[in-house]
Protein backbone atom coordinates (compact mmCIF):
# COMPACT_ATOMS: atom_id res chain seq x y z
CA UNK A 1 0.00 0.00 0.00
CA UNK A 2 1.17 3.55 -0.75
CA UNK A 3 0.24 6.93 1.22
CA UNK A 4 -0.27 10.07 -0.93
CA UNK A 5 -0.40 13.49 1.04
CA UNK A 6 -0.46 16.34 -1.10
CA UNK A 7 0.41 20.05 0.11
CA UNK A 8 0.42 23.43 -1.45
CA UNK A 9 -2.69 24.20 -2.12
CA UNK A 10 -4.68 27.59 -1.48
CA UNK A 11 -6.26 30.70 -3.11
CA UNK A 12 -4.31 33.08 -5.35
CA UNK A 13 -4.75 36.00 -7.86
CA UNK A 14 -4.45 35.39 -11.46
CA UNK A 15 -1.11 35.45 -13.00
CA UNK A 16 0.30 34.14 -9.59
CA UNK A 17 1.90 30.77 -8.70
CA UNK A 18 1.73 27.85 -6.65
CA UNK A 19 3.96 24.99 -5.88
CA UNK A 20 2.11 21.84 -4.95
CA UNK A 21 3.74 18.77 -3.60
CA UNK A 22 2.68 15.10 -3.05
CA UNK A 23 4.83 13.09 -0.10
CA UNK A 24 4.60 8.95 -0.57
CA UNK A 25 5.19 6.51 2.03
CA UNK A 26 4.73 3.42 2.42
CA UNK A 27 5.15 0.53 -0.59
CA UNK A 28 7.31 3.17 -2.37
CA UNK A 29 10.14 1.08 -3.82
CA UNK A 30 7.99 -0.34 -6.67
CA UNK A 31 6.92 3.32 -8.08
CA UNK A 32 6.81 3.79 -11.74
CA UNK A 33 5.02 7.03 -12.21
CA UNK A 34 3.22 10.12 -10.67
CA UNK A 35 0.94 12.67 -11.60
CA UNK A 36 -1.55 15.06 -10.98
CA UNK A 37 -5.04 15.62 -12.51
CA UNK A 38 -7.52 17.85 -11.63
CA UNK A 39 -11.22 18.49 -11.16
CA UNK A 40 -13.12 21.74 -11.88
CA UNK A 41 -16.33 22.62 -9.88
CA UNK A 42 -18.70 20.45 -11.75
CA UNK A 43 -16.72 18.98 -14.13
CA UNK A 44 -14.80 15.28 -14.57
CA UNK A 45 -11.34 14.54 -13.79
CA UNK A 46 -8.89 15.79 -16.09
CA UNK A 47 -5.18 14.84 -16.75
CA UNK A 48 -2.62 17.51 -16.01
CA UNK A 49 0.67 16.27 -15.69
CA UNK A 50 3.22 13.24 -14.62
CA UNK A 51 6.57 12.07 -14.60
CA UNK A 52 8.25 8.61 -14.76
CA UNK A 53 10.07 7.44 -12.11
CA UNK A 54 12.89 5.92 -13.65
CA UNK A 55 13.61 8.01 -16.45
CA UNK A 56 12.89 11.85 -16.18
CA UNK A 57 10.17 12.16 -19.04
CA UNK A 58 6.70 14.08 -18.04
CA UNK A 59 4.18 14.67 -19.68
CA UNK A 60 1.43 17.68 -19.73
CA UNK A 61 -2.06 18.57 -20.48
CA UNK A 62 -2.33 21.43 -23.50
CA UNK A 63 -3.96 23.82 -21.14
CA UNK A 64 -0.93 23.69 -19.04
CA UNK A 65 1.92 23.52 -21.00
CA UNK A 66 4.32 26.13 -20.66
CA UNK A 67 2.83 27.48 -17.43
CA UNK A 68 3.21 24.22 -14.75
CA UNK A 69 6.16 22.05 -14.55
CA UNK A 70 6.18 18.34 -12.39
CA UNK A 71 9.28 17.24 -11.15
CA UNK A 72 10.49 14.33 -8.37
CA UNK A 73 12.43 14.08 -5.36
CA UNK A 74 13.02 10.38 -5.46
CA UNK A 75 15.32 9.97 -2.24
CA UNK A 76 12.29 11.77 -0.76
CA UNK A 77 9.28 9.78 -2.89
CA UNK A 78 7.90 13.51 -3.45
CA UNK A 79 6.59 14.81 -7.01
CA UNK A 80 5.90 18.52 -7.08
CA UNK A 81 4.11 20.65 -8.96
CA UNK A 82 4.84 24.16 -10.03
CA UNK A 83 2.14 26.24 -11.45
CA UNK A 84 2.86 29.62 -12.87
CA UNK A 85 0.64 32.09 -14.66
CA UNK A 86 -2.30 30.64 -13.17
CA UNK A 87 -5.64 31.36 -14.86
CA UNK A 88 -9.65 31.39 -12.84
CA UNK A 89 -9.50 28.50 -14.86
CA UNK A 90 -7.10 26.52 -13.27
CA UNK A 91 -9.51 26.40 -10.10
CA UNK A 92 -9.68 22.89 -9.02
CA UNK A 93 -9.02 20.32 -6.09
CA UNK A 94 -5.94 18.75 -7.68
CA UNK A 95 -5.35 15.10 -7.12
CA UNK A 96 -1.71 13.45 -7.12
CA UNK A 97 -1.49 9.51 -8.02
CA UNK A 98 0.98 7.05 -8.43
CA UNK A 99 1.32 3.87 -9.99
CA UNK A 100 3.67 0.58 -10.05
CA UNK A 101 2.35 -1.02 -13.46
CA UNK A 102 5.26 -1.67 -15.58
CA UNK A 103 5.28 1.07 -18.61
CA UNK A 104 1.82 2.71 -17.85
CA UNK A 105 0.42 5.05 -19.83
CA UNK A 106 1.17 7.74 -17.62
CA UNK A 107 -2.14 10.11 -19.18
CA UNK A 108 -5.30 8.08 -17.84
CA UNK A 109 -6.25 7.86 -14.77
CA UNK A 110 -6.69 3.59 -14.67
CA UNK A 111 -2.87 3.97 -14.87
CA UNK A 112 -2.70 4.98 -11.17
CA UNK A 113 -3.20 2.67 -8.01
CA UNK A 114 -2.83 5.02 -5.36
CA UNK A 115 -4.78 8.52 -5.22
CA UNK A 116 -3.90 10.99 -2.59
CA UNK A 117 -6.78 13.03 -0.98
CA UNK A 118 -6.90 16.57 -3.07
CA UNK A 119 -5.64 19.61 -2.42
CA UNK A 120 -8.15 22.81 -3.23
CA UNK A 121 -6.40 25.87 -5.78
CA UNK A 122 -8.19 28.74 -6.08
CA UNK A 123 -7.50 31.40 -8.77
CA UNK A 124 -9.29 34.96 -8.41
CA UNK A 125 -9.81 36.98 -11.18
Known amino acids: QVLLVESGGGLVQAGGSLRLSCAAS????????MGWFRQPPGKEREFVAA????????AYADSVLGRFTISRDLAKNTVFLQMNSLKPEDTAVYYC??????????????????WGQGTQVTVSS
Open 97 to 114: AATQKWNPVILTEPSYDY
Open 26 to 33: GRTFSTTA
Open 51 to 58: IRWSVDSA
